[in-house]
């Protein structure tokens, strides 16, 4: 295809998860010849359920949920009559305490001992009488959460969660991150939402959401068999060496060994490897920019049970230090049918690639165990099994500079011809599985000519936030 002359050809989409089989679903549909490349054995990228040996599990908790009533009847007609409606239920360990996630001011003060809430309050006036003289270091996430909630709420949970999810200091993230996915903006409001919440106030606030039978994983699978049927070709567990121009348009790409020449691309693959792969069709300043970008990895360590588990959580996030994991997640509780026949549970280790966590020299399964045990989740004598599975890129960092450098690469990339990178990894964006469907409609949608995958989103935290 010609996006400029509207010509039909033959497209690549990088990467099977959500956003580029979608992307896929609308250019076939618009009848053009495409080919989806992804390096894994089975799609759905970050949305996928792993089947294997007994085990059943998604990667980490995910919840269906859309203010877009367009997105949700497409995925109840990807999966007519299959869509549970579940209420959810998280928490937060801290102090050998559950408290409700997100935060709920009512219930904190009931929790915590009397002297410990008056220093939340007092903390919290003392940074608000601060602002009014003086405006203060809101530009990084400590700054920002300080001034809405106070030092001591900061130091109990927003720092040392957000420490070691990221494995580096608050002061270092931009306050992008806590703006996006935190949507009680100080604790005035959280006490305002405590004695009266409103519907709709919050993307995070949302108590119900969808979940498929079989495993989130049902709904990349319904949709890659659609684009399978209408012709699309898949390329699994394939890898990428290279992108080259053609002289007369198009591009050549290197994938196993094999060059395979297509008219356009839509990546929905990391932005970073993206820009690595086109090589010079970007200066080198693009990929001095794209270099300072990184992503943080996850490692899944997953027990199989003997029992039922006795939390009804979806997840519970772990702040605390003393337990190497930073949140333990259960399949049960989102499908019934493998509550009783297999449980288990899953523990999440945020790390960067080749770490001591990544590179398994640290003993992820003793450290699951050993904390399920304290928490009081189930006795070390119900384990009978468990396994790993490991994402190099879960979650873009945040950093102070990361905007400038998304900014740099992204505008280097819309002035490829016939070439759109769109989704989590290709846009560096922190969003949720209803936007990455809309991200790769889009994406599909500008290879036609029609629009531009970043002129059609809002871009503010409202757009983006979620628990």
Excluded at 32 to 57: M, S
Excluded at 125 to 149: C, N, P, Y
Excluded at 306 to 318: E, G, L, P, S, V
């Amino acid at each position: 295809m010609n996006r400029k002359n509207g010509e039909h050809g033959k497209i690549a989409v990088l990467g099977a998860g959500l956003a580029g089989l979608r992307a896929a679903d609308v250019l076939s549909e618009s009848g053009l010849n495409v080919l989806i490349i992804e390096k894994e054995a089975q799609p759905g990228g970050l949305a996928t359920t792993i089947q294997q040996k007994g085990f059943y599990f998604d990667l980490g908790p995910h919840r269906f949920h859309t203010e877009s009533s367009r997105i949700l009847q497409f995925v109840e007609e990807l999966l007519p009559g299959e869509l549970l409606e579940l209420q959810r239920l998280s928490r937060i360990r801290l102090l050998d305490r559950y408290f409700q996630y997100p935060l709920s001011f009512g219930d904190v003060l009931k929790k915590m001992p009397l002297l410990r809430s008056a220093g939340f309050l007092l903390s919290y006036f003392t940074e608000r009488l601060k602002g009014i003289f003086a405006s203060g270091e809101k530009r990084s996430f400590r700054g920002w959460v300080i001034s809405r909630f106070g030092k001591k709420l900061y130091d109990l949970y927003f720092g040392p969660y957000t420490e070691k999810l990221w494995g580096c200091p608050a002061d270092e993230l931009s306050a992008d991150w806590a703006s996006q996915r935190i949507t009680v903006p100080k604790l005035t409001d959280m006490v305002r939402a405590t004695i009266s919440p409103r519907k709709n106030s919050a993307r995070s606030l949302v108590s119900k959401f969808h979940y498929p039978m079989g495993g989130i994983g049902r709904i990349s699978d319904a949709l890659a068999d659609r684009v399978s049927a209408r012709g699309c070709s898949f390329m699994y567990s394939s890898f990428l060496n290279s992108i080259k121009p053609l002289p007369a348009g198009g591009y050549s790409l290197s994938v196993n060994g094999d060059d395979i020449k297509v008219d356009g691309i839509v990546s929905t693959i990391p932005v970073t490897e993206y820009t690595t792969l086109i090589g010079n069709m970007v200066p080198v300043e693009i990929h001095n920019c794209s270099k300072k970008l990184n992503y943080r990895a996850i490692v899944f360590l997953v027990l199989q049970l003997k029992t039922r588990i006795r939390a009804n959580d979806h997840w519970i996030y772990i702040p605390e230090g003393k337990y190497l994991f930073n949140r333990i997640s259960i399949p049960g509780n989102f499908d019934p049918e493998i509550a009783e026949s297999n449980p288990q549970m899953v523990f999440e280790f945020t790390c960067m690639v080749d770490d001591d966590i990544w590179s398994g020299d640290l003993d992820l399964q003793e450290s699951a165990i050993t904390g399920g045990v304290d928490l009081g989740l189930f006795h070390r004598h119900d384990v009978v099994g468990s396994t790993l599975a490991r994402k190099a890129h879960a979650y873009p960092i945040y950093s102070l500079d990361y905007a400038e450098n998304v900014s740099a690469v992204l505008d280097a990339l819309d002035k490829l011809e016939c070439s759109v990178t769109s989704g989590r990894q290709g846009l560096f964006r922190y969003n949720n599985m209803d936007h990455s469907l809309e991200m790769g409609e889009y994406a599909a949608l500008e290879l036609l000519g029609q629009g531009r995958v970043r002129q059609r989103f809002d871009w503010t935290r409202q757009t983006w936030a979620d628990g």
